[in-house]
């Protein structure tokens, strides 16, 4: 199956100075099983970084970026 232009199969790596979010991570733990999540907030915010790190601690979760 070809996947779509700009597809990445890697999360982006995170920055040496990076801030864990407990309370957000425990939060997208207790969504996991809904299978779809949609995390909205404005530029900026960390999205990305706490969605890579999330997806990094999941050994089972598969990722496409």
């Not at 982006?12 to 957000?24: A, D, I, Q, Y």
């Amino acid at each position: 199956m070809p996947f779509a232009p700009g597809t990445k199969f890697r999360t982006p790596p995170l920055p040496s100075r990076f801030v864990e979010r407990t309370e957000l991570l425990a939060k997208l733990d207790a969504m996991d099983s809904a299978g779809v999540t949609l995390v909205c907030a404005p530029p900026g915010y960390g999205k990305t970084l706490l969605l890579s790190d999330w997806a990094g601690r999941r050994s089972v979760v598969k990722t496409c970026w």
